[in-house]
Nanobody, 119 residues
């Protein structure tokens, strides 16, 4: 069994910063990719940022230059540093991990953490 546990969400004023953390535990070792997705009320879940085991990152255009994703492979932990937050960043943020076993991809999700940016 695999668990992803997120922390670090909360309420912040526009222009402020938050740091999200997500630790993967259980039957999972060094996921090929870890990342963050978000879902605002009435909208579909969207990609925020991902990072591979080798450190290759990918960002949504709306967060480039403001958010930074990083990971500690030894701890199976991924972080999302969010700066210059805007009201449109308000959403539930979900941690994601992907592993490849043979030819099968396995996807895991955290329970989500609320980020609210007040204007």
């Amino acid at each position: 069994q695999v668990q992803l546990v997120e922390s670090g969400g909360g309420l912040v004023q526009a222009g402020g910063s938050l740091r999200l953390s997500c630790a993967a535990s259980g039957n999972i070792f060094s996921p090929n990719e870890m990342g963050w997705y978000r879902q605002a009320p009435g909208k579909q879940r969207e990609l925020v940022a991902t990072v591979t085991r080798t450190g290759i990152t990918n960002y949504a255009g709306s967060v480039k230059g403001r958010f930074t994703i990083s990971r500690e492979n030894a701890k199976n932990t991924v972080y999302l540093q969010m700066n210059s937050l805007k009201s449109e960043d308000t959403a539930v943020y979900y941690c994601n991990a992907k592993t490849l076993s043979g030819s099968t991809w396995y996807l895991y999700w955290g329970q989500g953490t609320q980020v609210t940016v007040s204007s």
